[in-house]
């Protein structure tokens, strides 16, 4: 959803119309979000430490990259939209980069599924 409706919407906005979706919008998904990215967090750190495997190293591995990438990247881009710096550019490089995010995504949630049938 965010990738493929939420961020290239954000190409559709005025300077002015971004700035205030944006602080509406950021609070919102982020309520939505981070309790999924800590359950997630959560469940690679149980994985490593009690049902320890190179399979669930390799789970933890891909969830801390999402980790990363969210905040090396994403994060920082949020913040120029929130200050009013470089708009378009950074709503640009949102819809874009947040590809990687989403095949991150992907491939954990299929890499899961593998994890439970094997």
Avoid: C
Wanted: no cysteine; net charge neutral; hydrophobic share 55%.
């Amino acid at each position: 959803m965010v990738q493929l409706i939420i961020y290239p919407g954000f190409l559709f906005y005025g300077d002015s119309d971004l700035l205030k979706w944006h602080k509406y919008y950021t609070p919102r998904i982020t309520f939505v979000v981070a309790p999924l990215m800590f359950i997630q967090m959560g469940i690679a750190i149980y994985l490593s430490v009690f049902e320890f495997s190179l399979l669930n190293l390799i789970y933890a591995l891909l969830v801390l990259s999402t980790w990363a990438s969210t905040f090396l990247y994403f994060v920082p881009l949020h913040q120029k939209i929130e200050g009013n710096r470089d708009l378009k550019i950074s709503a640009d490089q949102l819809a874009s980069l947040n590809w990687i995010r989403t095949l991150q995504w992907s491939f954990i949630f299929l890499y899961g599924l593998f994890l439970l049938t094997s």
